[in-house]
């Protein structure tokens, strides 16, 4: 049997609660129990005969009403990774996925050190999309969503889970938009030449 945990930084920050963290491991449609969980950690048991199974996570965050903005909750991050279960059962090889050209870049895979049929997976969470909330709360934002027009570079809020600056924004091309996929958009990973990031001062 082959054993997974799942990781993920910063866990317990207001952006990545653990009561928003749903994190699934999938096969054949239906997902695994947990073997254990505890704060930013789960982890699965794969039953032996697996061919392949999917990573499924999504981390929501929620907060309560500020003057005339009611409570909301929103995912800020949402990923999916397929995995080829291989050499006899006892090792995870991600995937590509095509809007990507390769594995998932915010999941990194590892066999784990000095135990056999055992891998571990970490989604970097340090920075999540936490746009609606901005567009929300900000003063002015309406004006941004007044002028945008289709084609516009998009203004991304980016919520820093590992310190400070907390907030920071990134200008993204319409060129750099993943294709859609038939499961709903991927969530948006650009190339570091493409992505600009200003912290919020």
């Given at each position: 049997?082959?054993?997974?945990?799942?990781?993920?930084?910063n866990a317990g920050?207001?952006l990545?609660?653990?009561?928003?963290?749903?994190?699934?491991?999938?096969?054949?449609g239906?997902?695994?129990p947990?073997a254990?969980?505890?704060?930013?950690?789960r982890?699965?048991?794969?039953?032996?005969g697996?061919?392949?199974?999917v990573?499924?996570?999504?981390?929501t965050?929620?907060?309560?009403?500020v003057?005339?903005?009611?409570?909301m909750?929103h995912?800020?991050?949402?990923v999916?990774?397929?995995?080829?279960?291989?050499?006899?059962?006892t090792?995870l090889e991600?995937?590509?996925i095509?809007?990507f050209?390769?594995?998932?870049?915010?999941?990194?895979?590892?066999?784990?050190?000095n135990v056999?049929g055992?891998?571990l997976?970490?989604?970097?969470?340090?920075?999540?999309?936490?746009?609606?909330?901005?567009?929300?709360?900000?003063?002015?934002?309406?004006?941004y969503?007044t002028?945008?027009?289709?084609?516009?570079?998009e203004?991304?809020?980016?919520g820093?889970?590992?310190?400070k600056?907390?907030?920071?924004?990134?200008?993204?091309?319409?060129?750099?938009?993943?294709?859609?996929?038939?499961?709903?958009?991927?969530p948006?990973?650009?190339p570091?030449?493409e992505?600009?990031?200003?912290?919020?001062?």
């Amino acid at each position: 049997m082959l054993k997974l945990r799942v990781t993920w930084p910063n866990a317990g920050h207001a952006l990545l609660p653990e009561s928003g963290a749903d994190v699934r491991l999938v096969v054949g449609g239906t997902p695994l129990p947990l073997a254990s969980t505890s704060p930013g950690v789960r982890e699965f048991d794969i039953p032996n005969g697996t061919a392949r199974v999917v990573l499924k996570a999504t981390f929501t965050a929620s907060f309560g009403a500020v003057g005339s903005v009611a409570a909301m909750s929103h995912p800020v991050l949402q990923v999916e990774q397929p995995y080829d279960v291989v050499a006899g059962g006892t090792l995870l090889e991600a995937a590509n996925i095509p809007a990507f050209v390769k594995s998932h870049p915010l999941v990194d895979t590892k066999v784990m050190a000095n135990v056999n049929g055992a891998a571990l997976v970490q989604i970097r969470t340090e920075f999540v999309n936490i746009t609606p909330f901005w567009m929300a709360y900000a003063a002015f934002a309406s004006e941004y969503i007044t002028d945008h027009q289709p084609g516009d570079p998009e203004l991304v809020a980016l919520g820093y889970t590992g310190g400070k600056p907390l907030i920071w924004f990134a200008t993204v091309p319409a060129a750099c938009a993943a294709p859609p996929s038939p499961r709903g958009r991927l969530p948006r990973v650009l190339p570091t030449s493409e992505l600009r990031l200003y912290p919020r001062r």
